[in-house]
């Protein structure tokens, strides 16, 4: 079986400038966020005493921009790094692949690495409901390099190429063992008694696509019956660019089993959810992962911070999730709800692998040409 390791390679409109890059994710790993390294061709005699810039601009984008009017604005770009690729002294750390790729170019080859400040906000798109738009809401992020005179120079597209890059996040290789709980009850004016409902989650984390099962305990020691219960997966948003705060349901389901739940009865419940992206396409205010070319949307995953900090004090989006359980008593008795928060993440890809290996020489370097990755082609090289 031959090993391929996958190389994003992209050219500038004038064929002089090409880029090759072995990752287009910036991963947080909440105290420190891995670079986004590569390789860059470029000519000496085109340069002629230029430089070649990296330049990382994230852009947040709140609002549709048909309703820009009146010289209102539902967009900001912000450059977070712009620093010289090329040429560089190559005193630098490279990783095996860009060693690799050196080797391979030539000469006019540079390696580099871009890192982001550590409070750039994640990856999220939000849904707009719109499949014609071509503006994407959320927070989005664009690696350019460029040949210029200075870093101060507005890039030309001509001798430029640009690529879309993600700041993402992974669950924790070692989650914790906490099983969320919470009890809550309801009592009624002018009837004796409480009604309380006890729900339980098996674990704090779960990975997308996988069931969350909560556990329903329901003590009825109230004179009034519940006629149904219900359970829902809620997405709680909240755009720190213009304070604004809202939710989704993104699962729901209703059961009427072991109902009505007279007084002093008592009914042990299991419901099992699974939020998916694809049960909620369309739907305006729906936040989803930061997407690049040639994957599906998925859920955005939970905001995650280090130890000591508070997740309201992040940047851009930020999501969490809770799971809503409704016991409905009719029009007169109300509802009573409880809401258990939960995380929803993508499992760490490397979490999976015993070890990192060094790439071998027999390793096949696969070039994945950006305009050719919708149509599944790529190049496989020695």
Partial sequence: MVNAVKVFKKTA??????????????????????????????????????????????????????????????SKELVLVNTQVAPNAGEEKHSDVQDRLIKKLGANAYAFSVALPQNAPCS??????????????GVVYELRLYAADGAEEKPHKRNSVSFAVRKVQFAPVEPSARQPQTLVSKSFTLSPG?????????RDLYFHGENVESHLKIHNGSKKTVKSMKAQVVQHVEVTMNNSHFSRVVSSLESREGCPITPGTNLNKTFSLTPLASSNQKRFGIALDG???????????STMVAAGKNVNDALGIIVSYSLRVKLNCGAIGGELTADLPFKLMHPDPLSTKPALRKMQSSDKLEFEEFKNIRRGMSVMED
């Fill in 13 to 74: 409109p004038n064929g002089k400038v090409t880029a090759y890059l072995t990752r287009r994710d910036f991963v947080d790993h909440i105290d420190h966020t891995s670079p986004v390294d590569g390789v860059i061709v470029v000519d000496n005699d085109y340069l002629r005493g230029r430089r070649v810039y990296a330049r990382v601009a994230v852009t947040f984008r709140h609002g549709r921009e048909e309703d820009e009017v009146m010289g209102l604005s539902f």
């Fill in 124 to 137: 999220v798109l939000l849904d707009n409901g719109d499949e014609y738009s071509t503006q994407q809401l």
């Fill in 194 to 202: 409480t009604l309380s409902l006890e729900v339980n989650l098996d």
């Fill in 291 to 301: 997407q690049v070319k040639d994957q599906d949307a998925n859920l955005a995953s």
